[in-house]
């Protein structure tokens, strides 16, 4: 049976953060300093990194409803720039391949981030209208952009239920069914336990079914 090992980046806000203190370290960075997003990238390749990761994990039309400015957006503009920042998120990290020539070393990841709050098993709310968000849709446009854009793996992060996991893996499959797979769950401070309650058996029996897929990491809240 062949094995491999694979290198996953590591977190780019807190880096971006570290690196640049004096810097608003929130997505719109990746319109505002494109360069310095891709360099960080770039820093992870040189470490070693064989898969890097979009970054968008707070590219969320939940977290963009929280912007004050966005607040009251209607809905078809708050997609719009879901959608522009999704993709960017894309294309920086296929330069930073490029920049470093590692086309067919390196492959890009790209993140299905937590719809709502990281940590909550529960349906997520829009934050104007009150009413719940619909996951398996908003899913299925993450997945679907991302495809669009040529992301090399799926990454679904941080599902804090088997049923969020179940939602993303569904929409991945639907926008390509035959792409690389990876779920990763959040696990409780104290427990191995998902947020919801759910053991890690029942995570993996959650998504024995579908073919192909494969429970990648486990985060912690609290890093250790």
């Not at 820093?43 to 400015?69: C, F, K, M």
């Not at 920049?99 to 070393?105: D, L, T, V, W």
């Amino acid at each position: 049976m062949k094995t491999e090992t694979v290198v996953l980046d590591g977190g780019m806000g807190d880096e971006l953060r570290k690196k640049f203190p004096d810097m608003p370290w929130d997505p719109f960075v990746m319109e505002s300093h494109p360069d310095k997003v891709v360099d960080m990238h770039c820093d992870y390749i040189r470490a070693g990194a064989t898969v890097i990761e979009t970054w968008n994990y707070s590219v969320t039309e939940h977290w963009l409803r929280a912007q004050p400015q966005l607040a009251t957006a209607p809905a078809a503009e708050l997609h719009v720039i879901w959608e522009r920042l999704t993709r960017l998120s894309m294309r920086l990290a296929k330069q930073a391949v490029q920049k470093m020539g590692a086309e067919g070393r390196v492959r890009v990841a790209g993140a299905l981030p937590p719809l709502g709050a990281s940590f909550c098993s529960e349906t997520p709310m829009d934050l104007l209208t009150a009413e719940p968000v619909d996951v398996s849709q908003c899913y299925l446009d993450q997945a679907t952009v991302l495809n669009d854009e040529g992301c090399d793996i799926f990454l679904v992060e941080t599902c804090a239920s088997v049923a969020f996991a179940s939602a993303a893996v569904a929409a991945c499959r639907t926008a390509d069914p035959a792409k690389e797979l990876w779920v990763s769950f959040t696990l409780q401070n104290t427990e191995a336990k998902v947020w919801s309650g759910e053991t890690l058996s029942d995570a993996a029996n959650g998504l024995n079914a579908i073919e192909g897929g494969e429970i990648g990491r486990a985060s912690c809240r609290e890093r250790v």
